[in-house]
């Protein structure tokens, strides 16, 4: 494999996305409660109308023809009354009912009287009580698109159109190596040694953004030798769509990610961003002895640095392994300057405030920090050669506050 410029970090987002979606993810088919977090498959359409029959808004009378009105029976939501044939009959219906046949009009039970005969009197509405079969969706529409990411909202319009299961990209399972012999696993950093923060965050964005990590795919710290590398990558490779490892970026003297991948017989989709923090970022392509695509991101040892690698990589090649469309970013107005980074990208983290629309600058915001990034929402994107100043409207990468929430 041969290096290339840092690519800019609009295109590396770009290319990692395309890269995606040619190694698009399979479909599966799972129980409507199952689906949560993942992406439409195919477009979802009703099996019958919506409403599938004429359904009363309101708890009141169906009548037929002019009041006053005999009461011939009633009709609570589940049933399937007998039709209305007679002028000056009337049923009591419940909201959500089925209004009989032969009903002309639905009278509200707070607009109605009953006379000392026990008839029911009043004035129907004008406009129809009831809602038309149909009104809402018709039998075969395409109410969603595939690539629509499934929330409650879509599982619950699922279960209304009849559907027992969806048709849904299959979660890519994703795997993390943890690079580094200065990493502790446990206690407090010293001697030389630091705590290693990503083996235990980095699994946690990972199911935020729909992967499948289980706790066996958690792999580290990984000896800093060619050979120790090369044996936890094929292990994970083996059953990963995607292998995500943290350090080893560089090319310094244990750095062996690249040796590794040109082991493996890699190729680099992207190989460096020209963003920062994060800069020494890459996503390989590797196709196994199957004819399957498997991915490596590599990123940065720095603990933001890699979460900057996770949504400026890992994000986009998601959505495109899922069928989804690529992450449109939204924006929002400075409170606070931040500084450029020259002919780098300079991703800033932020602290959004939704209802206003505004980006908060915050503090301790260094590659190897992470406690402004654990008050932060999100990052504000300074183009290269720019700087952000107060008022300025600027585009957000924001960060996902629970597994499978849409974070704007």
Not at 275 to 303: W, Y
């Amino acid at each position: 494999m041969s290096a290339s410029p840092p690519a800019p970090w609009a295109h590396a987002r770009s290319l990692v996305y395309a890269a995606g979606l040619a190694a698009v993810l399979p479909a599966v088919e799972l129980p409507l409660a199952e689906t949560d977090g993942h992406t439409l498959a195919e477009p979802l359409t009703p099996r019958t109308d919506l409403p599938a029959f004429p359904t009363s808004s309101v708890d009141g009378w169906a009548v037929r023809g002019t009041g006053p009105w005999r009461v011939v029976g009633r009709v609570l939501a589940g049933g399937a009354p007998a039709p209305l044939t007679e002028d000056g009959t009337t049923v009591e219906i419940a909201t959500g009912a089925m209004v009989p046949a032969g009903a002309s009009a639905v009278l509200r039970v707070e607009e109605s009287t009953r006379t000392p005969e026990g008839f029911v009197d009043g004035v129907p509405r004008s406009s129809p009580q009831w809602r038309q079969p149909g009104e809402e969706a018709t039998v075969g529409e395409e109410l969603l698109p595939a690539g629509t990411p499934v929330d409650p909202a879509v599982i619950g319009l699922a279960a209304s159109c009849g559907l027992d299961t969806l048709r849904v990209r299959r979660q890519p399972r994703t795997a993390l190596l943890v690079f580094g012999d200065e990493l502790l696993t446990a206690g407090p950093p010293g001697a030389g040694q630091v705590r290693d923060a990503l083996g235990p965050a980095v699994p946690g964005w990972l199911r935020r953004y729909g992967c499948r990590v289980d706790s066996d795919d958690v792999v580290g710290p990984v000896a800093d030798t060619l050979p120790a590398h090369v044996a936890a990558m094929r292990a994970a490779l083996e059953v990963a769509d995607l292998v995500c490892t943290t350090g080893g970026t560089m090319h310094g003297p244990v750095d062996h990610l690249h040796p590794a991948l040109a082991e493996l017989g890699a190729e680099y989709v992207v190989n460096t961003v020209a963003v920062r923090p994060g800069f020494p970022m890459l996503l390989a392509r590797l196709v196994g002895a199957d004819g399957r695509v498997r991915f490596v991101a590599g990123l940065p040892g720095n603990p933001q640095s890699a979460v900057i690698a996770l949504v400026s990589l890992v994000v986009p090649l998601l959505a495109g392994l899922a069928g989804r469309s690529l992450p449109t970013l939204p924006h929002a107005v400075l409170t606070g300057p931040v500084a450029g980074r020259g002919d780098h990208t300079h991703l800033a983290l932020v602290r959004l405030d939704r209802v206003a629309g505004t980006a908060h600058p915050v503090r301790h915001v260094g590659s190897a920090m992470l406690r402004g990034l654990a008050a932060a929402d999100g990052f504000a994107v300074i183009d290269p050669g720019g700087t952000g100043s107060v008022g300025d409207r600027v585009p957000v990468v924001p960060l996902p506050l629970l597994p499978g929430e849409r974070a704007w």
